[in-house]
Antibody, heavy 122, light 111 residues
Framework: QITLQESGPTLVKPTQTLTLTCTFSGFSLRTSGEGVGWIRQPPGKALEWLALIYWDDNERYSPSLKTRLTITKDTSKNQVLLTMTNMDPVDTATYYC??????????????WGQGALVTVSS | QSVLTQPPSVSGAPGQRVTISCTGSSSNFGAGYDVHWYQQLPGTAPKLLLFGNSNRPSGVPDRFSGSKSGTSASLAITGLQAEDEADYYCQSFDSSLRGVVFGGGTKLTVL
């Protein structure tokens, strides 16, 4: 059974750097085809994809946030980290990590963590 | 502005059928990428509802069905129940953006 859990600070100040950790079980990022993504959701708003990392170290980023995001993995700890620089109050959101499933015609997110609410405020 | 376009809200009475549309473009649906649907109950994380246009994960009732044609897709819910009241999101892959794209979400209200 696949599970994921986000962890990190609940409050960050403007201009600071946010680092979130996704700890997962039930699969390995050493396995071909596996991937983990980060998605966020501002209060009352829609889902927004942020980044993906694949078993082969390939990374994909949302074009609108690419300059601020870094996604990395620690396969020995079954963790994926997301770093977002220069945080602003508009970045206040619930941040989710999710397991990515690939198909011949795309990819989807079949297991999600419960989410971590991050508030950006001075 | 979401890459995939959904109506902000739909509603229906218990027992009725409702549909939620999701409009894409030539770089996602039109390029052959599938649509996937998620259900988000109030205060909870999104849950995969349909994948690969019309496939239901284990445990999802067959009241939920989906389709895709050209650059449009839709989710249909028959026999509406109060527990179906939630936000629904469509998702695909976009070849221009080289990443995952979501719709803006549709709030379903069961009257």
């Amino acid at each position: 059974q696949i599970t994921l859990q986000e962890s990190g600070p609940t409050l960050v100040k403007p201009t600071q750097t946010l680092t979130l950790t996704c700890t997962f079980s039930g699969f390995s990022l050493r396995t071909s085809g596996e991937g983990v993504g980060w998605i966020r959701q501002p209060p009352g708003k829609a889902l927004e994809w942020l980044a993906l990392i694949y078993w082969d170290d390939n990374e994909r980023y949302s074009p609108s946030l690419k300059t601020r995001l870094t996604i990395t993995k620690d396969t020995s700890k079954n963790q994926v980290l997301l770093t977002m620089t220069n945080m602003d109050p508009v970045d206040t959101a619930t941040y989710y990590c999710a397991h990515r499933r690939i198909t011949a015609a795309g990819q989807y997110l079949d297991y999600w963590g419960q989410g971590a609410l991050v508030t950006v405020s001075s | 502005q979401s890459v995939l376009t959904q109506p902000p809200s739909v509603s229906g009475a218990p027992g009725q059928r409702v549909t939620i549309s999701c409009t894409g473009s030539s770089s996602n649906f039109g390029a052959g990428y599938d649509v996937h649907w998620y259900q988000q109950l109030p205060g909870t994380a999104p849950k995969l509802l349909l994948f690969g246009n019309s496939n239901r994960p284990s445990g999802v009732p067959d009241r939920f069905s989906g389709s895709k044609s050209g650059t449009s897709a839709s989710l249909a819910i028959t026999g509406l129940q109060a527990e179906d009241e939630a936000d629904y999101y469509c998702q695909s892959f976009d070849s221009s953006l080289r990443g995952v794209v979501f719709g803006g979400g549709t709030k379903l209200t069961v009257l």
